[in-house]
């Protein structure tokens, strides 16, 4: 792979203007989004992403030019946003607004794309980071 695989731009635009049918089309029906803690299918991982945007209607994303590695794609991303809708996840109780500004460290996402989709999303395992960082600052356990 020589060039960044068009799915991987849609993906990045569904994200920045929040719209998770965009999202659902450019990822693999046995998408696997890997986390020290769990891994959840696509299902979960696009519930996630409306209740992180119902949560954080200004929730805000800013990245570095994606770098294309052996293992797949590298994206250092930047996440931001303020707490002013309830949060409200399958199987978790509702978290109300707290009005509480949530800023996620620079952190890599690693990609693996399997022809026109994405396969396999990788959050980098640091102190903070997303998506159990977003809970920790508002106060809430990561479920």
């Known amino acids: 792979m020589n060039t960044l695989p068009p799915v991987l ?8 203007t929040h719209d998770v049918e965009k999202i659902a089309t450019t990822v693999s029906e046995d998408l696997r989004f890997i986390t020290q803690a769990s891994t959840v299918n696509k299902g979960r991982f696009l519930s996630f992403l409306r209740a992180l945007y119902a949560a954080f209607p200004d929730w805000y994303y800013d990245h570095d030019k994606p770098e294309l590695r052996d293992d797949g794609i590298a994206v250092k991303w930047r996440q931001s946003g303020t707490h002013t809708g309830t949060l409200a996840l399958p199987g978790m109780v509702a978290v109300p607004a707290t009005g509480k500004k949530v800023t996620i460290p620079e952190q890599f996402f690693f990609y693996r794309v399997r022809g ?9 395992p640091i102190a903070g980071g997303a998506p159990q960082g977003i809970f920790e600052q508002i106060g809430v356990e990561w479920p």
């Open 9 to 16: 731009l849609s993906y990045i635009a569904g994200l920045k």
């Open 116 to 124: 026109d989709l994405i396969v396999e999303i990788r959050p980098e």
